[in-house]
């Protein structure tokens, strides 16, 4: 299993910028997804995960309002729509799921990161 995220880049604050994630290898079901990042010299941190049955998402309260997760469970891929950028948001992040390779076998994922910088 393999997780490719892209769409990270420079961003003015206040900017946008939007990430995408998806899942391919053997999958026979994704549990769910969501984002990571760590900043220098911090350690890394959730941003928002999703469950891809419920659609049930879990939002950090530092970016509660700005940042929005979803999904396209036919891709197997999830996306981080992150509005009003600020300086903090800037990080690497990082795709993490939990996917079934078999009907028994949960394995945990990460993606190879991406950066965000948020600098005027």
């Known amino acids: 299993v393999q997780l490719q995220a892209s769409g990270g880049g420079l961003a003015q604050p206040g900017g946008s910028l939007r990430l995408s994630c998806a899942a391919s290898g053997r999958i026979f079901r994704v549990s769910g997804m969501g984002w990571y990042r760590q900043a220098p010299g911090k350690e890394r941190e959730v941003v928002a995960i999703i469950f891809s049955g419920s659609g049930y998402t879990n939002i950090a309260d530092s970016v509660k309002g700005r940042f929005t997760i979803s999904r396209d469970n036919d891709k197997n891929s999830i996306y981080l729509q992150m509005n009003d950028l600020k300086r903090e948001d800037t990080a690497v992040y990082y795709c993490?799921?939990?996917?079934?390779?078999?009907?028994?076998?949960?394995?945990?994922?990460w993606g190879q990161g991406t950066q965000v910088t948020v600098s005027s």
């Open positions: 993490n799921a939990n996917i079934y390779t078999d009907r028994d076998a949960l394995d945990n994922y």
